[in-house]
């Protein structure tokens, strides 16, 4: 019997029984369309926190106040327990630390900002020019702060557009007065839409002058100099491990700290908030795709069983076309057929399922998904693999039926 | 039809004469089917069944045989190992010279669909195709890739027993006389040696069952070696030669009474 009669004879068997092949093939097609969805879901996942964390800026040191560690404390009080300015233009220093390119202090609170009848509340954040280039942002109103207004303390504002948009709806801010904390600034620009990073909305925000900003809302006391933190860009993406060693020496010797182990500060790399994040991401999709599998296994199963129940109840066809000359070849190659036939259709309308929902779930979730066309190639072998994995037994049973007990059967 | 082998003839001979009515002269004489001293067991041990005991059996070419017994005989044994579906437990059995006992599943998947066309009692036609489909079906086992020559075999047969017109209807659509026609064009599209019925009256009207008769009788009037297997006297009348089974011995032989 040649290939395209056999091919045939398993065609007809299928469509003659067409509501449990349909029901066979959802088994395949269920686990298909999730394995589609879930590997969509995390690749989706993965490059939405890549892009997130390099949103934050390129290169960056973020280097915060306290220790990681758990112990006694660290150093006396107020002497060396915080980050100050005079960290911040150390580091600024290309003697002290060659590979860092940019070095911008933080001083960063929470104010209600009101202009007219609108108030919005936003992070505030003191810093120095160096902030735009460490965070990789870009003023696209109007123009940045200057190292002038920071020597001045003048009382102006760079402020993100969603700010922007919620004290001055429809009219352009620049030049517009706005009260931080009662006190009037005048904003001189507007930053580019960023989205949000890691659940932080960038464009809710204001930069002030630091001078200015310590001057606000900085604390009276031991602490009055203490900043938020210190962002460091190195050089290039080569020389964060070294920026990494300089800053945190330089530090140490700062702030008399003779161990590293004792360190009064914390300094986070970008690149390992990405490995982090990733290996969240990837521990999730590993999870899902393995849930996923599963459901293909069961799916694989529920094929088994329905192609014994067809062996069984075809014992006597079974049997007839061995009678008329079928050998056990031609018999294994029919059931193995319909068992593929059963797995390619799971695995193509299961693609189809799963392309549909790459195309709604987005706008469902707000998440996004990649599709990768080796996922869809992938998905059609497995699927065709199972189908002929899970084939092989019914098949070789129906094929191994001896004639005269198929043929006595009815 | 059976070759020209050195085989020595030397068992019964046929009762019926070929009469040269239905151009039968030149019918070759030499045995198609040699069974000595075969036995077939079933089961082990104290559960163990002798289906059938020493059965010695000679078919010549052209033979219009019946073997008759009750059920449980033993002829439903017989008539499995002479339609190569089983093998006998010990003993010989030749078809057309070759061993039966010596071929592997293949093989005799081979013999069962170039020498032998079976009729069964339960017609065992294919319910989802058509009568064409189902009288093609031997045709893709026997390697007729051509779909053209198979459809026109399966025609011709089924031409033969007068359902041509019928071609295109499902089993369903038939009458139980017109399914075992079918079944029959079916055993003869291959063009085999024999033809193996068994009980293929059994599920028919008294009508039909004479209808079916007569294209058997056609059939050994054209050349063919009958073989049928019936409990029912007046069937086996049909047949020149009748072998009687009975607890898995053959009892006796003769023509009809």
């Known amino acids: 019997m040649n290939f395209w009669l ?11 029984r067409r509501l449990r092949t349909a029901l066979t093939t959802l088994g395949i097609l269920i686990g298909i369309a999730a394995v589609i969805l879930t590997v969509g879901l995390g690749e989706g996942a993965q490059s939405r926190v890549t892009s997130e964390i390099d949103a934050l800026g390129t290169n960056l040191l973020i280097i915060s ?4 560690t758990t112990g006694p404390v660290h150093g006396a009080l107020g002497t060396a327990g915080d980050l100050t300015l005079t960290d911040a233009n150390a580091l600024g220093s290309k003697t002290n630390c060659p590979d860092c390119a940019q070095v911008a202090p933080v001083l960063q609170s929470s104010q209600v900002l009101t202009a007219g009848s609108n108030n919005w509340t936003a992070p505030v954040v003191g810093t120095t020019p160096s902030y735009l280039t460490v965070r990789n942002r870009q003023v696209v109103l109007g123009s940045g702060l200057t190292a002038n ?17 919620s004290l001055f709806p429809g009219t352009s801010p620049v030049g517009q007065i706005t009260d931080i904390a009662g006190i009037p600034f005048t904003i001189v620009g507007v930053l580019n839409p960023a989205g949000s990073s890691a659940s932080t909305n960038l464009d809710n925000l204001a930069i002030v002058p630091i001078s200015t900003a310590e ?5 009276a006391g031991p602490f009055a100099n203490s900043l938020s933190g210190i962002l460091v860009s190195s050089t290039s993406s080569a020389t964060m491990g070294p920026a990494y060693t300089e800053a945190f020496s330089l530090l140490l010797q700062l702030h008399h700290v003779s161990r590293p182990s004792l360190a009064d500060f914390t300094i986070t790399p970008q690149t390992s908030l990405l490995s982090t994040a990733s290996l969240i991401t990837h521990t999730l999709t590993i999870l899902l795709a393995g849930v996923a599998t599963i459901a293909l296994l069961v799916g694989g199963i529920g094929a088994m069983n329905i192609m014994l129940v067809s062996v069984t109840e075809r014992v006597s066809e079974i049997g007839l076309r061995k009678a008329l000359g079928a050998t056990r070849s031609a018999i294994l190659r029919q059931f193995l057929l319909e068992a593929i036939l059963i797995g390619l259709a799971g695995g193509v309308f299961g693609v189809g399922l799963g392309l549909v929902g790459i195309l709604v779930l987005p706008h469902l979730l707000g998440t996004s998904i990649v599709v990768s066309s080796l996922a869809i190639v992938t998905s059609l072998v497995v699927a065709t693999a199972i189908g002929l994995v899970f084939g092989v037994y019914p098949a070789m049973r129906a094929a191994r039926l001896s004639p005269i007990v198929a043929l006595r059967s009815e | 039809m059976a070759d020209h082998g050195d085989d020595e003839d030397t068992l019964a001979t046929p009762v019926i004469v070929d009469t040269g009515q239905f151009g039968t002269t030149d019918r070759d004489k030499a045995p198609l089917i040699q069974m000595h001293s075969l036995w077939k067991t079933y089961g082990m041990g104290a ?19 019946a073997i008759m017994g009750q059920s449980g005989s033993g002829k439903s044994t017989l008539m499995h190992i002479l339609g190569c579906l089983d093998v006998p437990s010990s003993g010989r059995f030749l078809l057309d010279g070759h061993n039966v006992q010596d071929l592997d599943d293949t093989e005799l998947a081979a013999i069962r669909n170039e020498r032998i066309g079976f009729v069964f009692q339960q017609f065992h036609l294919l319910t989802r195709l058509s009568a064409r489909r189902n009288v093609e079906l031997p045709l893709g086992y026997a390697g007729v890739t051509s779909k053209r020559e198979r459809s026109d075999r399966a ?19 038939l009458s139980g006389g017109q399914q075992q026609r079918v079944a029959i064009a079916r055993a ?6 024999i033809i193996l019925a068994d009980e293929p009256t059994g599920n028919l009207s008294r009508e039909q069952s004479t209808e079916v008769l007569a294209l058997l009788d056609a059939l050994w009037a054209g050349g063919r070696t009958v073989i049928l297997i019936t409990h029912d006297p007046g069937v086996a009348a049909h047949a020149g030669r009748q072998v009687r089974v009975q607890d898995g011995r053959v009892i006796g032989e003769g023509a009809a009474e």
């Open chain 1, 215 to 219: 001057q606000l809302f900085g604390r």
């Open chain 1, 65 to 68: 106040p306290g220790s990681t």
């Open chain 2, 188 to 193: 003869l599209v291959t063009e085999p040696a």
């Open chain 2, 47 to 65: 559960s163990t069944v002798q289906a059938l005991q020493e059965v010695d059996l000679t078919i010549t070419a052209g033979e219009y045989v």
């Open chain 2, 155 to 173: 025609m011709s047969a089924l031409d033969a027993v007068g359902l041509a017109d019928r071609a295109d209807h499902r089993p369903s659509e």
């Open chain 1, 6 to 16: 056999s091919l045939r004879t398993a065609v007809e068997s299928l469509v003659e």
């Open chain 1, 149 to 165: 207004e920071v020597s001045s303390a003048s009382r102006v504002a760079v402020v993100g557009s969603e700010v922007a948009t």
